[in-house]
């Protein structure tokens, strides 16, 4: 079945800092790959869609200079959360599909820590 | 280490089956248990379970919690084409941590 793995599981930064995010298909090509967030006792919320070779296309609301998508493999994005802050503490998850009518697949999440 | 696991990962059923999903967890200082169904781009809520043997119901789903045996079942009765989607169980815990299962991925033929 379709994997994706997400790295780190947890970190923890220093303000000022920069953190980045991996999420990786397995066994499977995904041509969109979703970034959301989530904050305590609320739902997940959609940061990003990031389509391989192109540019995310940010939800509005995110800042796209401070969160920055790379997806440039087919099983590869990240996220990369530059000068964090600790208000950008929070539950970094992503999902993965390898087209419509495929579904999509989430990683496990990766939980930061901004001290 | 905290964990959810979800069974079955993908399942195919015809229209107006019945299905049950299954979720278990492992986790230190539990909270909640969330479901979520997700079609597109962000999971939409379905239910959050806190306590053991309340049945929660919304139409045709309904979802109970076990806290003694660590796991929670969703069904969805007279299955719909529309149902088609990915489930995802989530555990809340302790220091607001949120543990995801892999989802279990729903596909129900005319």
């Known amino acids: 079945g379709a994997v994706v793995s997400q790295h780190p599981s947890r970190v923890i930064c220093k303000s000022g800092t920069s953190v980045k995010i991996e999420c990786r298909s397995l066994d499977f090509q995904a041509t969109t790959m979703f970034w959301y967030r989530q904050f305590p006792k609320q739902s997940l919320m959609l940061m990003a869609t990031?389509?391989?070779?192109?540019?995310?296309?940010?939800e509005q609301g995110v800042e796209k200079d401070k969160f920055l998508i790379n997806h440039a493999s087919l099983t590869l994005s990240t996220l990369t959360v530059t000068s964090a802050h600790p208000e950008d503490s929070s539950f970094y998850i992503c999902?993965?599909?390898?087209?419509?009518?495929?579904?999509?697949?989430f990683g496990s999440g990766t939980r930061l820590t901004v001290v | 280490e905290d964990k959810v696991v979800q069974s079955p990962l993908s399942l195919v059923v015809h229209e107006g089956d019945t299905v049950t999903l299954n979720c278990s967890y492992e986790?230190?200082?539990?909270?909640?248990l969330l479901w979520y169904k997700q079609e597109k781009k962000a999971p939409t809520f379905l239910f959050m379970l806190?306590?053991?043997?309340i049945e929660k119901k919304s139409g045709r789903l309904s979802s109970i919690l076990d806290k003694k045996e660590l796991f929670s079942i969703l069904n969805i009765t007279a299955t719909q084409t529309g149902d088609s989607a990915v489930y995802l169980c989530?555990?809340?815990?302790?220091?607001?941590?949120?543990?995801f299962g892999a989802g279990t991925r729903l596909f129900v033929k005319a």
């Open positions: 806190t306590s053991s043997g």
């Open positions: 989530a555990v809340e815990a302790g220091g607001f941590k949120t543990i």
């Open positions: 999902s993965a599909g390898a087209g419509a009518g495929y579904g999509y697949t």
């Open positions: 990031s389509n391989e070779g192109s540019k995310a296309t940010y």
């Open positions: 986790v230190t200082n539990f909270r909640s």
